[in-house]
């Protein structure tokens, strides 16, 4: 079963959710694929037992051979080959590593050569298996890092947690289009509710099953929850607005395996949100 944890923005305690609901969740996954800021690792501090680059692939051309047709200029959808001074010139920020130009050229004068965008590093904490993905800085796009990431998980696994990106963008969408269940941290302010609201509108446009968890919760009024009783969204727990969780969370601290209170607050959201994967839909 993967679970997915996101968030309109960032800050708002998809990995505060992620990383607690893993280590109460026995033998687990923790995925993280926000890999322009992973700090998941920071929390779990694992032993890495491997760490394996991710390369894609990107055409290269062969000016001898061209003659100038430009076939690959017309079908690349994406603007990555223009044809400048009677040669194909390759705009690799935008190339999406499609191999179409190097199918389609008549005259075989374009080839491709690998290019390492990041990394990918497996290890364990406790009974968590522990996958980070970390997209090399200057990258355009983190999407191929974060299909390596969700491939060849542990047989033993029973459930995933996948911190994703926050906001609602490519690489939000390639992290939940597998999940089971997507869980939506919010947090209690106007903004928050917009944000909840952007990422709300996400998985209903993909269909995904989905729960609440309003965090930094206080007295008042809280227009995340708000926002939930008028879509009918389930509210699957409340994390309260507390400064010994701040703590531990800016200590990168597990509160689920340093408290009591806070192991039993996790026990008891993993628990909602199992309910609500096996009811019928």
Known sequence: MKI???SGKGGTGKTLVSVNLASVAGPSTYIDCDVEEPNGHLFFKPNV??????AVKIPVVDAAHCTGCRTCVEFCQYNALAFIRNKP?????VCHSCGGCVLL???????????NIGVVEDGYSGEVFVRTGMLNTGEVSGVPIIR??????????????IDCPPGSA?????SIKDADYCILVAEPTIFGAQNLGMVHELVTLFKKPCGAVLNKCQSGDNPSEQYCCEKSIRILGRIPFDSELGAMNSNAIIAARASGKYHQLFTELLDAVLTEVGKPT
């Open 170 to 174: 490519c690489v939000v969408m390639e």
């Open 49 to 54: 037992v491997r760490s394996e680059k991710v």
């Open 148 to 161: 390596k990431l969700q491939r060849e998980l542990p047989d033993e696994t029973k459930t995933v947690l």
């Open 4 to 6: 997915a944890v996101l």
């Open 89 to 93: 010139l390759v705009f690799e920020e």
């Open 105 to 115: 050229c008549p005259q075989k004068a374009l080839h491709e050569q690998e290019k």
